[in-house]
């Protein structure tokens, strides 16, 4: 059985850089410090930066006094940042600054007094941090749309001022079909000045595509908590193809590839790549061949650390 492996895949620079900001954070102020939701979505990383001292929290009641604090690379709300600010939290923000771009689109569509449509998944936190960071006093309202269903139903108060933002790690081909749907309906729809769904999810998503013409059974390493991993695995199901979503070698289970001439893995932008090969490594115990890399678009993207940090640590 070949191994075939996407390229890129795994981490991106805002999984990188929100990492960096938990270690640096642990390293220059000592443990604990707190972190406001998983700083990204993968259990390894959550596990691992927990034994060196970060402390996970959903509320921020549950932060101590004095405590050191980082926002997840999800983003947060408007009001979670200003009661951290008044509770004197020393706050370090790991939003990965392409959800930060679409905050900003947020907060300028309600100063602009639009309506606003979300795309995006309901509960998740990045899409939670960007509905509250529309201002409602302008005039304007803010409407999460999931899928072309909702966008069908939807009704606004300004279809002649409505525009729309999109949750980062989404489907490419979703998100069109629902775009779409609302353009029949309103036709003078704003989209961003630039792509919100970033990069690497885009990467990663053409990425397997060009796998899938070569594999007949795909595999994704990432956690069942992580938006852009689900979409990746959610390719091969459309395409016909048994495709399975785990969190690292101990998940696979040898029937899914019997009878399998090719093997696709990938990983979500928030898994190591050290699972990557451990995922390898099983397979090759199973009969599969030297991996071979499937190369899609170079990145070079790298996101420096916040400014308070680099200041701490005397850069």
């Not at 997840?72 to 392409?98: K, N």
């Not at 699972?275 to 170079?298: D, H, K, M, S």
Request: charged letters at 25%.
């Amino acid at each position: 059985m070949r191994i075939l492996l996407a390229n890129p895949r795994g981490f991106c620079a805002g999984v990188d850089r929100a990492i960096d900001i938990v270690e640096r954070a642990i390293e220059l102020f000592g443990a604990p410090i707190h972190v406001r939701h998983e700083v990204v979505h993968n259990k390894y990383v959550v596990d691992r930066l927990r034994d060196l001292g970060a402390v996970f929290v959903e509320e921020l009641d549950e932060v101590p006094a004095g405590a050191t604090l980082v926002f997840s690379a999800h983003g947060v709300s408007s009001a979670v940042e200003r009661e951290a600010t008044r509770r004197g939290f020393a706050v370090f923000d790991a939003t990965c600054p392409l959800v930060t771009k679409v905050h900003l689109e947020v907060s300028r569509y309600a100063r602009d007094a639009r309506d606003v449509v979300l795309i995006g998944h309901a509960g998740h936190p990045e899409v939670e941090g960007t509905m509250g960071r529309f201002d409602p006093s302008f005039g304007g309202r803010i409407h999460l749309v999931e899928n072309v269903q909702d966008a069908e139903q939807l009704v606004v108060d300004k279809p002649e001022s409505l525009a729309f933002v999109t949750q980062t790690t989404l489907s490419v081909d979703d998100t069109v079909a629902i775009v779409d749907a609302l353009r029949r309906r309103f036709p003078k729809l704003q989209a961003p000045r630039v792509e919100d769904i970033c990069y690497a999810t885009q990467n990663r998503q053409d990425a397997v595509k060009k796998l899938l013409e070569q594999c007949d059974v795909l595999v994704v390493v990432g956690s069942v908590t992580s938006s852009n991993s689900n979409r990746l695995r959610e390719l091969g199901e459309r395409a016909g193809m048994p495709a399975f979503l785990v969190d690292g070698p101990l998940n696979l289970q040898r029937e899914w590839f019997e009878g399998k001439q090719a093997v696709g893995v990938t990983a979500g932008a928030s898994a190591p790549e050290l699972l990557v090969g451990q995922v390898v490594a099983q397979l090759q115990a199973w009969g599969g061949t030297l991996p071979e890399e499937i190369l899609g678009r170079e990145e070079h993207v790298v996101f420096s650390l916040p400014r308070s940090l680099r200041v701490a640590k005397g850069a």
